[in-house]
């Protein structure tokens, strides 16, 4: 898979690009969790979420938020990482003209940083938010959430207990003109650590698979 450097708001940012063959392929943008807890783009479930776009006809970029790897700058509390993920899709897009669906998928601080991106660019047609940190992040700005998406997440998760998953998931099911699908993976934890993992992988799968034959926002 290709090593991809890009320009970003404070310098450049290291991305892995996996294109399809088809010109008018799908695209999807992939986030990871927190700069300063270990998060990189090569952590279990942004790989893996990585890899399942992909083997759904999605070309996918996953990258490192800035002071990562080779990612060049530092920690900026969120504000930073939203315009690294906006120039991330900028790059994406550059590359990918005739694409006819754009999804973003986040894991934890990346959900965060998704669901804000989600805001800005009304071209994202769907999201998949894993393990929100609904508890540590407010989550009020998405008034009104602009596209449909699935929240999922773990009933023994201790990093974001799943009561403010759900409080987070009933305030946006009361806005009109999207459908918030929620689904709780029985016993998995913030990580979805194995046996887990290919359960989440394959609810999100079947999520996006059903969303791209209905074509609904």
């Given at each position: 898979?290709?090593?991809?450097?890009?320009?970003?708001?404070?310098?450049?940012?290291?991305?892995?690009?996996?294109?399809?063959?088809?010109?008018?392929?799908?695209?999807?943008?992939?986030?990871?969790?927190?700069?300063?807890f270990?998060?990189?783009?090569?952590?279990?479930?942004?790989?893996?979420?990585?890899?399942?776009?992909?083997?759904?006809?999605?070309?996918?970029?996953?990258?490192?938020?800035?002071?990562?790897?080779?990612?060049?700058?530092?920690?900026?509390?969120?504000?930073?990482?939203?315009?690294?993920?906006?120039?991330?899709?900028?790059?994406?897009?550059s590359?990918?003209?005739?694409?006819?669906?754009?999804?973003?998928?986040?894991?934890?601080?990346?959900?965060?940083?998704?669901?804000?991106?989600?805001?800005?660019?009304?071209?994202?047609?769907?999201?998949?938010?894993?393990?929100?940190?609904?508890?540590?992040?407010?989550?009020?700005?998405?008034?009104?959430c602009?596209?449909?998406?699935?929240?999922?997440n773990?009933?023994?998760?201790?990093?974001?207990?799943?009561?403010?998953?759900?409080?987070?998931?009933?305030?946006?099911?009361?806005?009109?003109?999207?459908?918030?699908?929620?689904?709780?993976?029985?016993?998995?934890?913030?990580?979805?650590?194995?046996?887990?993992?290919?359960?989440?992988?394959?609810?999100?799968?079947?999520?996006?698979?059903?969303?791209?034959?209905?074509?609904?926002?």
């Amino acid at each position: 898979m290709p090593e991809v450097i890009f320009p970003g708001p404070e310098g450049r940012l290291e991305g892995r690009y996996h294109p399809q063959k088809e010109r008018d392929a799908p695209i999807a943008i992939v986030l990871h969790p927190h700069p300063q807890f270990g998060g990189t783009m090569n952590n279990k479930v942004v790989y893996n979420l990585h890899y399942a776009f992909y083997n759904m006809g999605f070309t996918v970029l996953r990258f490192n938020f800035r002071g990562v790897g080779r990612s060049q700058g530092e920690y900026d509390q969120g504000v930073g990482e939203l315009s690294d993920a906006a120039s991330a899709l900028d790059y994406l897009q550059s590359m990918n003209n005739n694409s006819k669906h754009c999804w973003v998928a986040g894991f934890s601080f990346g959900s965060w940083i998704g669901m804000q991106l989600l805001m800005r660019r009304p071209e994202i047609t769907g999201f998949i938010s894993v393990s929100p940190p609904a508890n540590m992040y407010d989550f009020s700005f998405l008034a009104p959430c602009p596209s449909s998406g699935l929240i999922i997440n773990g009933t023994s998760d201790r990093v974001a207990p799943p009561a403010d998953t759900v409080n987070l998931v009933n305030k946006l099911h009361e806005q009109k003109g999207i459908t918030i699908t929620h689904q709780e993976i029985e016993g998995a934890d913030h990580f979805f650590q194995e046996p887990h993992m290919d359960h989440m992988i394959g609810n999100v799968s079947d999520y996006v698979k059903r969303r791209l034959t209905e074509n609904t926002r």
